[in-house]
């Protein structure tokens, strides 16, 4: 079995500071990692992925995140946020190893603070 | 058009009353799936398909029954609406290969 743990519900941050959302998983296998950004009233939209090869994945709109295996954690950072990242940030994990579904952590709410 | 759409958007229902949730995807995926958000819980897996004739349940299927029409269509129906089924519930699809999940915009359901 497979589980996502986001360590902090809520996260309030000082725009142009910066901020890192915590994820920790827990899987037998090999996993691929995701996070997922929902602005307020729309949908999920992928941020970046961890699949294979370099543990420091880069994505849209300046976030990266580092997967650390020995650590189990997926840990999401950006070094300046602005308003506009005011959103709720999802961790998720898919092993597809006798699972072949997506499992997300229960999201952060980051808050920028002008 | 967006690659994933939801109808409809939002819906107010009786208890008792039995509704249904549609989906429909524009990106030729076999994989699709409906979801559930509640607030502080995250999103929660109720029902996915490989393909036409391929159904699964999820980790909180109960009370809740799928309809793979075709492939690019995919309903959830809640026989018997009851008010805790109130929530935002979200469709995603997912090619065979690769791992990125779309997701449709939500069909936001209230159970009064």
């Known amino acids: 079995a497979q589980s996502v743990t986001q360590l902090d519900s809520q996260v309030p941050v000082f725009e142009e500071a910066p901020v890192e959302l915590r994820c920790n998983y827990s899987?037998?296998?090999?996993?691929?990692l995701f996070w997922y950004v929902q602005y307020p009233n729309q949908g999920l939209q992928l941020l970046l992925k961890y699949l294979s090869g370099s543990t420091l994945v880069k994505g849209i709109n300046g976030f990266e995140a580092e997967f650390n295996k020995s650590q189990t954690s997926f840990h999401l950072r950006k070094p300046s946020v602005h308003i506009r990242d005011t959103a709720e940030y999802f961790c998720?994990?898919?092993?597809?190893?006798?699972?072949?579904?997506?499992?997300f952590g229960k999201g952060t709410k980051l808050s920028v603070i002008p | 058009d967006a690659d994933v759409t939801q109808t409809p958007r939002n819906r107010i229902t009786k208890t008792g009353k039995r509704i249904m949730l549609e989906c429909s995807q524009t990106?030729?995926?076999?994989?699709m799936y409906w979801y559930r958000q509640d607030p502080g819980l995250g999103l929660r897996l109720i029902y996915y398909s490989f393909d036409v004739k391929d159904i699964n349940k999820g980790e909180i299927s109960d009370g809740y029954s799928v309809s793979r029409q075709a492939q690019a269509k995919f309903s959830l129906s809640l026989e018997s609406a009851i008010p805790n089924q109130t929530a935002l519930y979200f469709c995603?699809?997912?090619?065979?290969?690769?791992?990125?999940?779309?997701f449709g915009s939500g069909t936001r359901l209230t159970v009064v």
């Open positions: 899987s037998s296998v090999s996993v691929y």
């Open positions: 995603a699809t997912r090619d065979r290969e690769g791992y990125g999940y779309t």
């Open positions: 990106k030729g995926h076999d994989r």
């Open positions: 998720a994990v898919y092993s597809g190893a006798g699972s072949y579904q997506l499992t």
